[in-house]
């Protein structure tokens, strides 16, 4: 075989000259990107349900537009990351909501069930009159101002005046 005019010269693999390629190179899908930073937030910031679920979004619509590029937008593997971190994070995020939820709620109502078990006393402002009331009953000014006494549940359900 003959090198003629029509031949590319190979460099040599001791040369100091840098090869520069012609063509273009894919670039890295800017919404991949979006999913991982969103993926990785969603663990360091906790933010489960504001950031899983946009990375998760994120993920899905890189990779369908990776595929459909054809080759001309890479980062499949970044989207891919940042989608399987996000679907991580909301169910991490699903399940201690779902673990916390009750433990909250049983907690409050032990909470006001040990504040009504508990009673004080009041006096009435002639002070004539002692009444004891339950723990999570307080004052509220300007029900009757008539009344000498005038306290209520939080909840302004019950009084008395």
């Known amino acids: 075989m003959s090198d003629g005019p029509s031949a590319s010269p190979r ?19 800017p919404v991949a990107a979006c999913s991982l930073v969103l993926g990785i937030l969603s663990f360091v910031c906790l933010g489960g349900f504001f950031t899983a679920i946009p990375a998760i979004i994120c993920g899905h619509v890189a990779r369908s537009g990776i595929r459909k590029s054809g080759g001309a937008v890479r980062g499949m593997g970044v989207a891919t990351t940042g989608l399987v971190m996000g679907y991580v994070a909301f169910a991490f995020f699903f399940i201690i909501t779902a673990v916390a939820i009750p433990y909250f709620y049983k907690a409050d109502k032990e909470a006001a069930a040990r504040r009504a078990a508990t009673t004080r006393e009041i006096v009435a402002t002639d002070g004539h009159a002692r009444f004891t009331i339950p723990g999570d ?16 549940d939080k909840s302004k359900a019950q009084y008395l005046l």
């Open 11 to 29: 460099p040599s693999p001791f040369s100091s000259s840098p090869i520069i390629q012609t063509g273009v190179t894919a670039r890295t899908s």
């Open 137 to 152: 009953w307080v004052e509220i000014p300007g029900l009757n101002q008539k009344a000498s006494v005038q306290v209520g």
